[in-house]
């Protein structure tokens, strides 16, 4: 089955850190761009970043509000994409999705699949 | 940064009600733009990619067109399943960007 997993959620003190995963199955994991997409509370949609397959390699691109705090890699023999949150702020409490994004052979598949996303909630 | 600005950010329309939401992209994003429809705890679904064309599964009275900076999805006859939260999304280039949102309600 094509499908995202997202895990490794919950609820954290601000300042703190957390790593969230994203298991892939079902496709060639290695052949895609993964981006991460999180939502506030009563909020939209927020890119959160991505990071290249290893052919445009591997490397991560980040939104302005994450960057420096936040940290994508992937595991392609796992196929598995992480986020590592760093410096965590109550700003960040949402729900955290993994997408597919681009891929050469499949480029405006960006975006068709998605995890069912985990819940990060930041405590003072 | 590219800005996605969606409008209207919220309607109230009725079964059988024709719909269009537009986005406006502040620089050209070739035909780069996906439609997705959200409903309240469930997990965004593409419902247009290439900015015209129709994901699969996904039921004709939905049709997106433009290219460049101005977008628009079309309900063309609103059913009871499709009153949720409609976004836009550029994928042309990052920062990737998202329309802020347009929540259709029942009138």
């Known amino acids: 089955e094509v499908q995202l997993v997202e895990s490794g959620g919950g609820l954290v003190q601000s300042g703190r850190s957390l790593r969230l995963s994203c298991t892939a199955s079902g496709f060639a994991f290695g052949d895609y761009y993964m981006s991460w997409v999180r939502q506030a509370p009563g909020r939209g949609l927020e890119w959160v970043g991505f990071?290249?397959?290893?052919?445009?390699?591997?490397?991560?691109e980040y939104a302005a509000s994450v960057k420096g705090r936040f940290t994508i890699s992937r595991d392609d023999s796992k196929t598995i994409a992480y986020l590592q949150m760093n410096s965590l702020k109550i700003e960040d409490t949402a729900v955290y999705y993994c997408?597919?994004?681009?891929?050469?052979?499949?480029?405006?598949?960006?975006?068709?699949?998605w995890g069912q996303g985990t819940v990060v909630t930041v405590s003072s | 940064d590219i800005q996605m600005t969606q409008s209207p950010s919220a309607m109230s329309a009725s079964v059988g009600d024709r719909l269009t939401i537009t986005c406006r992209a502040s620089q050209g994003i070739g035909n780069s733009l996906a439609w997705f429809q959200q409903k309240p705890g469930k997990v965004p679904k593409r419902l247009i990619y290439a900015a015209s064309s129709l994901q699969s599964g996904v039921p004709s009275r939905f049709s997106g067109s433009g290219s460049g900076t101005e977008f628009t999805l079309t309900i063309s006859s609103l059913q009871p399943e499709d009153f949720a939260t409609y976004y836009c999304l550029q994928h042309n280039t990052y920062p990737r960007t998202f329309g802020q949102g347009t929540k259709v309600e029942v009138k």
């Open positions: 990071i290249r397959n290893r052919a445009y390699g591997g490397t991560t």
């Open positions: 997408s597919r994004d681009y891929s050469i052979s499949s480029p405006q598949g960006a975006f068709d699949l």
